[in-house]
């Protein structure tokens, strides 16, 4: 169906009548590329996927990644305190209805949704989903969906300062890379159709994310296009979280370029990265009381550091988090880069800085990077970059300052005119400053409200981009490889194998948990940037139903980041270099980051691969990896009221994060485990303490109706008691069940 010639964009403020003129417009096979996480224009979405269950002759097509719903409750004693969350938490966000139906397997025949990461975990053991999941990588995702057939481009972004362009806010990555694609298409008169949903409650980037209103063909904007994004709430940071984070923060270059992703450990590492340049005293006496062997106090040395950040650190990551909001308050992100090579290498040389002045000018001329005449090439760039200030303009070989003052020889090796130029045409400061280059964005409430509370200034130097310009090297590489000078690149996964391989984004099932995403990009890159490491980080231990398990394996039957790519694994024990390493180097390295209860196994293992010596045997200083020395190490500092679970806020109330931790502890245990638990405390929970009451409150079981409540109530005190947040032998309460 040909397109037909209408101005671009066509504007509507109505979803129904949006989706009209959709399926008027593009015909009832419909494939729809989607950006992930925040940006789908989930009102369209559920709009059109209505639509299409309401039609059956209508064939759609959803890719896209990282759909995100609000939780769900499982059962009433879940829904209690799940609930009034959720109402505050997400207020209005419509959720997406695809996503529910492929929940729940109700997913019509005319549909398909396909991803390429899920919100990690919700998924697995769904068919739909597992068999509809593509693989891969992120920097190849514009590349895919033109390959597949996307013939709808469909995004949620903000409005811009007018009708002349909208802001594509939180989702530039993959967008920017086929904007070049879409206009070709349209050149030749293949069929791809764009349309956006305009947002007010996003945040309105700025630069790269400012996009022309024609890319769109068409627009659904005002009140009903608006709701509440979807915000993250921020986890919970465990103590092996802070103890990564700190072992982290150490392997980190002053002057250097850092990238991070999303979640408790990117929150323990900005935490530690602020003690370590705002409170740094404390920070070393913290560091050297942290058992370090001998190799990772010299890979800090080498490449690292424990002083302050002097000169501040660049991010440049894909997914734009919090935590950089917070290390930008903490002083730590404030390495500026700049588009301009020759600026670029003068600022890192130390030969000019960030005001202009006449040094500024001489510096360019002298590193050869300025001709002697100069033209209108050499005019718009200088001006560009903040060197000229804006009136500047060059009228055939002389200079307008803008002033009303005479013309200038544009000739700089003119002492005259020097002079002139000097004294006439500087700018102030240079232009152009980027602290953080991101590709997409996600996190709680707090952290939009921090993006829009940026002013102008501020909001300019987070600069959201393309993916394609923030994951690889490709394309400007020799500008990219000055800016990213000691990259770290840090990101987490769920096992590492003694070979060094690491698996991040699935199950040995074959089952995916989330995505490869942009892991293997950055671990890559890393690897080809001549000072470049990639950091990957591993909870050393994960408690199943069946207890504590390693997350350091001998092997493991899935693969994100292959051993050939091995560099740096932190764990809460310990640092483990193993770039370049021998296969023996590497296992003992490994074992000696384990979890002391699982280093005998691992070694036995390795042992009988051929891998490691028979002689070797563990160090006595990795004999102390312990839950409970990791505990040690931070206690003197968690009672000066630093490394709480929640160090940047908390969308859950005292009350709610008390009760979500001791339910989960609960809920993690055996069945028989707290079946026993319950019979062994049954006397004491005859009648409720006192200290449980305003928990129960909460969840509406202060006074039971009902031997169901009743039996609740009791569960609830249980893990209160079972996490030391009450006493079983407190004062009790009158036992006033009803219908008990």
Known sequence: MEKPMTDRPQRFTDAEATVDWLIETVGQDIRVGAPLGLGKPATLLNALYARAKANPAIRLSILTALSLDVPHASSDLERRIMDPIVERVFEDYPGLHYLRDVQSGALPDNVTVSEFFFQPGALLGNEHAQRHYRSVNYTHVARDLINSGVNVLMQMGAPGPD???????????????????????????????VIGQLNARMPMMTRSALVDASLADAIFEGEAATFKPFGAPAMPVAPADYAIGLRVSGLIADGGTLQIGIGSLSDAIAYSCDLRHNHNADYQALMHGIDRGDAERALIEAIGGLEPFEQGLYGCTEMLVDA??????????????YDDIGIQKLLDAGAIGIDVNAATLAALRDAGDLRSQLDETDVARLKHIGVFHDDVSLQGRELDAGDGGAAIAADLDDATARAEIEARCLGDRLKGATLVHGGFFLGPNSFYDALHALDDDERDLFHMTSVGEINELYGNEALRRVQRRQSRFVNTAIKATLSGAIASDGLESGQVLSGVGGQYNFVSQAHALEDGRSIICVRAVRQSSDGPESNIVAHYAHTTIPRHLRDIVVTEYG???????????????????????????????????GKLARDYQVPIRARSNTPENVGRWLAAEKARGRFEPYPYGSDFTE??????????????GSTGQTLSQFARHAARLASLPVAAGPYLERMGLERPRSLRESLYARLVTLALINDGLIDADDDKTEDSDHGA
Request: proline share 3%; glycine share 6%; charged share 30%.
């Open 163 to 193: 009708d002349s362009c909208f802001s594509l806010s939180s989702n530039t990555d993959v967008t920017l890379d086929l904007v070049p694609v879409i206009e070709a298409m349209r050149e030749r008169g293949e069929p791809i159709w």
């Open 324 to 337: 950089y909001i917070q290390m930008y308050r903490a002083g730590v992100i404030s390495r500026p880069v």
């Open 575 to 609: 640092v483990a270099d193993l770039r370049g390493k021998t296969d023996e180097e590497v296992a003992k390295a490994l074992i000696e980051i384990a979890d002391a209860r699982f280093q005998d196994e691992l070694r036995s293992s390795a042992v009988a691969a």
């Open 655 to 668: 009350i709610e994060r008390a009760l979500i931790g001791a339910l989960k502890k609960l809920q993690g």
